[in-house]
């Protein structure tokens, strides 16, 4: 547990000074003079005042006003403006909570490495992804999409073997 006056946002999630993630801090969220404990999650856009306590395995929903010296208990949704009590969360979302900032960090690393590619880096990469890319005739007709073989490409049926038939020694 600590303050988040005492973290630093790095890459798509806050590490605190001891080196510990933050769970899961919601884009543009507000946090002034609160503690978030350990597997918390705060949503989009919440804002958290003075004196907040979010408890591990808390929820604070989206667009969320926590007035100040509001403690929100382990297991508890709260949302609104102001924040108060929703629901209890569920064990599947409280699973969710360390999954989710697993994948928010995960996430954070691979666009870093992404956002360090030179302009002809990324080129180069998508004539490998056009050149390599597997057509699945299903996939593409549940888009709607239509892929005709040019003729040229077309080879008479003469050209290649029968499935079956026995290969010329």
Same mark, same amino acid.
């Given at each position: 547990?600590?303050?988040?006056?005492?973290?630093? &946002? %790095?890459?798509?999630? *806050?590490?605190?000074? #001891? $080196?510990?993630?933050?769970?899961?801090?919601?884009?543009?969220?507000?946090?002034? $003079?609160? #503690?978030?404990? %350990? @597997?918390?999650?705060?949503?989009? /856009?919440?804002?958290?005042?003075?004196?907040?306590?979010?408890?591990? +395995?808390?929820?604070?929903?989206? /667009?969320?006003?926590?007035?100040?010296? #509001?403690?929100?208990?382990? /297991?508890?949704? *709260? /949302? $609104?403006?102001?924040?108060?009590?929703?629901?209890?969360? #569920?064990?599947?979302?409280?699973?969710?909570?360390?999954?989710?900032?697993? +994948? &928010?960090? +995960?996430?954070?690393?691979?666009?870093?490495?992404? %956002?360090?590619?030179?302009?002809?880096?990324?080129?180069?990469?998508?004539?490998?992804?056009?050149?390599?890319?597997?057509?699945? @005739? @299903? &996939?593409?007709?549940?888009?709607?999409?239509?892929? @005709?073989?040019?003729?040229?490409?077309?080879?008479?049926? +003469?050209?290649?073997?029968?499935?079956?038939?026995?290969?010329?020694?």
């Amino acid at each position: 547990m600590g303050t988040l006056g005492k973290a630093i &946002y %790095n890459v798509g999630f *806050w590490i605190r000074e #001891t $080196g510990q993630a933050i769970d899961r801090l919601g884009h543009s969220a507000v946090l002034h $003079g609160c #503690t978030v404990e %350990n @597997e918390a999650f705060v949503g989009m /856009g919440a804002t958290l005042l003075d004196g907040v306590i979010v408890e591990k +395995n808390a929820m604070v929903a989206a /667009g969320a006003l926590v007035r100040q010296n #509001t403690r929100i208990p382990c /297991g508890e949704v *709260w /949302g $609104g403006d102001p924040a108060r009590f929703l629901r209890k969360l #569920t064990e599947e979302e409280i699973a969710f909570i360390p999954k989710s900032a697993s +994948n &928010y960090s +995960n996430l954070a690393q691979v666009h870093a490495a992404e %956002n360090a590619k030179s302009f002809d880096e990324i080129e180069f990469e998508k004539l490998l992804r056009k050149k390599f890319a597997r057509k699945d @005739e @299903e &996939y593409d007709s549940m888009l709607g999409v239509v892929r @005709e073989t040019p003729p040229e490409l077309i080879l008479p049926d +003469n050209i290649l073997p029968e499935k079956g038939a026995p290969k010329a020694a």
